[in-house]
C-alpha cells in the first residue's frame, strides 16, 4: 500500500471518468430507475468488516479469509464511526491530521471491507463501481490487487472481469482514513470514514458506450433548437429523442464522429421554474442507455447571468450531503425530501457544498428544477492555519496546496471527475472549483482545463486572491463570501477586480442558531442591482448527529466536541436553516418569505403585484391565487381574492375596496398560492394611529411594611420592594402570579450571532448587573385624589467599572391596573445592549398567552418576515424555538399587548409603543448554561420579558456585524408599561 502518500499517483486500474450512467439490456424497457436495469446489481447491504487502528496492523494476508476470518460486520454505505468504530470528528478550517503533505500519520485507521460475490460468465464484463469512499481504497478480486482511488466524493469504476471466477468470488476493500488526498478535503464537516455512497456491479457489453456528451443549442428566435450526442464508443451506436409528451422526434446514427444531431422544433426549453425534459436513447452493442436532457443555455451578458437569454436571480441554499443518522451517506429518498422542502421554500439553486453530490442528486434537480452550482472536492482551508501561531489570524498560507506542483495533477484531477461526471446534467449551470483554497497556478491551470472539457457553462471559484483583468479571464464570476449588503449595492464600483463580471454571494446569511437576520436587507440591494446574480444561503441543514435519546424521551444531537474530540469547533457544524431532522427553523420561514414569487407595495391608488420569477406566468388559469384580508386592531374587516395574472418579470396593479383610515392599525394581508399551498405573502401597514391607552382609575390603597409598599385596589395588590424598588409581587383576586421579584434586564442568552458582541456583554457582567437604590419614595392622592405613585432611582452595575445604567423608576397605581415608567440614562462605553426590559418571573400555572404583535413565530426587528402582525393566541411550551445549542429565542417584534393566563388568573402588559416580549418556561441563565437542548431544564417559574426594545439578530457568526439600525445603543430613553 504504496499510492496514499504518493501524490502523482490517485487512481490505479480504475476506468477512465466519464459521464454517470447505467445502461439497460436493449430489449428492456428503460426507466428513470436505475434499480430497474437488468445489468445493474447493487451490491449494499452487510459486509464483512474489520476495523485496524493503523494501516501496520493489517494482518499479512487480509484477503484471505481461511487465514484472516472476518470479526465483525458492517453496512455499506455507511460512516464507519457512525457504526461503534472509531468516533466522528468535527472541525472546520483546521486539519486534523499534521500539515505535512503529501505524509499523513501512521496512525492511519483502516476499514477492511469483505463480501461475496457470485459471477456466472455471460460474456459481458463486469465493473465495480464505488458512488463515494473516504478517504481512499484498495481493492482486491480473489486476493488479487485490481487498483487504487483516491477523491472521496467521485466515482471510482473498476473493470474487474479479468478478476472473477466462475462461482463464488470475493472482494476485500482496504479503505484508509487518510491519505495525500485529505489534504484537499478539508470542508467544514464532520470527519469520516468509510464506503459512504453506493457500490453496485455493471454488466457490460463488450464495446459499449464509454461515453457521451449531449449538447443543446437553441437559435436565437427560440423557434428551433439542435440536441447533439457525442458518443465515445468502438462502434456505431443509434439514438432516439422523445419530446416531454413521450412522442419520438428524431432517431437516426451516429455519425462517423460519434455524433448523433437532431433539429427540435419549437423548443419546450428547460428552466428551473419549469424543469421540461426530453428523452434521448443511445442503442449501442445490446445496450439502451436513458438520458434526461434539458435544452437549455446558460450566459453571462452585460455582467448579467442569463438562463435561455433571460437574465435569472439565484435563491440559493449551500447543502452538504450530511444527515443525522446515514452521515455521508444521502438516500435518493432523503435528498428527494431535501429539495421538496427547499421547493417548498421558494429555493431555485443549490451549491454542492463543497464536493460532487451523489450522482442522483443532479437527476433530481433535473426534473424538480433547480440551479446547482456543481463544486469539486476541493478544499484546504487548513493551509491558513498552518503559518499561524497559536490563533488563527489570517489567511496568510491558505494557497499553500494551491501553487504546490505537488498537487497540480490531482486539483486537474478532481475538476476532471466533477465536469466529467456531471457534463450531461441540466440542472448543473455553474461549475464551480472548490472551497477556500487560496488561488494559485494549479487552480489557473486547472480552470482552463475546466473550460476546455465544457464550454458552455462559466466557471466560478470564491477564493481568489486577485481577479485577472479583462484579458485572461479564468474565472466568470466575482464571488463573494458575507461581504456586507453596500458591498452589494455598490457593486460593481465596491469591487476593483470586476471587470464586467456578475457578483455572487455564494456564501451569505449565516444561518447559524437564531437568524439570519439580514435576509431580506441583501434582497433589497440583490433585486436593485442587475449585476448581482444572488445567493447562496449558508447553509442548508444543522449537522448534529443522532445519538438516541435521553431517559425523558428526548432526542441528543451531538456537535464537535461531544464526541471527545481534542481538535474540534464545537457547535460550528449546526449553522443551517433546517435541524438535523429538516424541521424548519424560523430562518428556513424567513427565508421562504423573502424568497416569495409574488411582492406587492401600496401605490398611489391601489396596490402593486410583481412577479418575480423569470419564466412563469403567475395567472389563475395557471393554478395561482392572491387572497386578501384587511383587519383593524387584529380584526377581520373584509377579504377576498385579486384575480392575478401578471407575465415573467413584469407587473400588476389592482385595487381593493378599502375601509376609512381615521383610527385602529390597519393593515392588509396578501396571501398566494400556487395549487392551493402557500407561497408567500406581503403584509402592509395602511394606517396606524398613535395609540393612547386610559387606565380607569378606581383609586387604591397605599400600606407599607419594613420591607414593601404594598397598594391594593379590589381585585388587585402589588408590593414594591423598599430594597430594590422592583416588584415583588402581584396578588389578583387572591392569586399570587410572581414567583419571585421583577428585574430589569439588559442581557439575552447568547445566539449564534452574538459571537462577538457578547464578549462585551460579559466583559461588563452584564448579565449578573445589580441594582444600587438611592431613593425610593410613595406618593398617594395624586390624580384626582384616587392614583398612589412610587418612585425610585437606581442604578444597575456588578464590579469593576461605573453602573451600566441609571435608571428612574415610576409607578402609578390607578386600581385595578398600573404602569411602569422607566428612564434610562446607558453607559456611553457600552456599545450596545441587546436589550432593555423588564422581567417577570410568573406563577407556572399562568402558561396561556395572548398578544397582538409580530407571530407566530419569533420576530425580531430584522427577521420578522415569515411573521405577521396579529393577534396570536399559544402557550409557554409552543413559544419556545428549539435550537440545539439553546439561546436567546421567542421574542415577539411589534407587540401591543401581551396577556399571559391559566384558568383563573390573568396577567397583561400593554404598551402606546411598541415593544418585545418573550414568554419562556427557561429562563436566560438556563439557555446560557446548557450546551444543548436536551440538557435544559425548566425554571420553577415561567419568565415572561418585556422589553423597551430587543437588539437584532443580524448574521454575525460568520457574516458582518449588527447593523446600527438593529442595535440598541440608544443612551437615553424612556418608555411605559401598563400592567393589569
Ligand atoms: C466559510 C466556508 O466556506 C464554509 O464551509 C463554512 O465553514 C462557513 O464559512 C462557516 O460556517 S469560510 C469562512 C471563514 C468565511
Known sequence: MKYHEDTQTLHVGTLSPHAYFVPFRAEQRVSDERADSELFELLNGEWDFDYYESVFDLPENFTDRSEDPPKGSIAVPSNWQLKGYDKPQYTNVRYPIPFDPPYV????????????????????KRHLVFEGVDSCLYLYVNGNFVGYSQVSHCISEFDVTAFLKEGENEIACAVLKYCDGTYLEDQDKWRMSGIFRDVYMLSRAEGGVEDYTVTTKISADEKTAVVSVKVKTEQGCSAVIYAPNGDKIAEGDTDGAGIFSADVKDPQLWNAENPVLYRLEIFCAGEVISENVGIREISIEDGVVKINHTPIKFRGVNRHDSYPDTGFYAPVEKMKKDLELMKSLNVNAVRTSHYPNAPEFYQLCDKMGFYVVDEADIETHGCADVYNTFEWKDYNGIALIAGDKRFEKAIADRHERLVKRDINRPSVVIWS?????????????????????DSTRPVHYESRQKLDDGNDRDLDFVSVMYWDT???????????????????LCEYCHAMGNGPGDLEDYWQEIYANANVCGGFVWEWCDHGIYTGKTDDGREKYFYGGDFGEVVHDGNFCMDGLVYPDRTLHTGAMEMKNVYRPIRASKNDGGFTFENKLAFTHISSENGWECRYVVRRDTKIICEGKISIDIKPMCAQTADIALPEMADGHITVDFDYYKNGENVGFDQIELCNVKREHIPNKNGCTLTENSREYIV????????VSKRSGMISQIEKNGVKLLEKPARLNMFRAPTDNDITAKNDWFKVYLDKAKIKLYSLSAEENCRENKTVKITAELSLGYAVYEPMARVKLTYEFFGGEFSLSAEVDIHEKLKFLPRF?????????????EYAGYGENESYIDKHRSCKFGRYVSDVHSQHEDYIRPQENGSHFGTEYVKIFSSSAQLEVLSDMDFSFNFSPYTQEALTNAKHNWELEEGESNVLCVDYKMSGVGSNSCGPELKEKYRLSEKHFAFTFFIR
Open 486 to 504: 453596500d458591498y452589494v449595492k455598490f457593486y460593481p464600483e465596491s469591487e476593483k477586480e470586476a471587470y464586467g463580471r456578475p457578483l455572487m
Open 712 to 719: 391594593s385596589s379590589d381585585n388587585m395588590t402589588v408590593s
Open 105 to 124: 500519520p501512521d496512525e492511519n485507521p483502516v476499514g477492511l471491507y469483505r463480501r461475496k460475490y457470485a459471477y456466472h460468465a455471460d460474456g459481458l
Open 433 to 453: 472549483l472548490g472551497n477556500e483554497s487560496g488561488y494559485g497556478d494549479n487552480f489557473r491551470k486547472s480552470a482552463k482545463f475546466v473550460r476546455s472539457l
Open 837 to 849: 426590559g423588564v422581567r417577570f418571573f410568573t406563577a407556572k400555572q399562568l402558561d396561556g398567552i
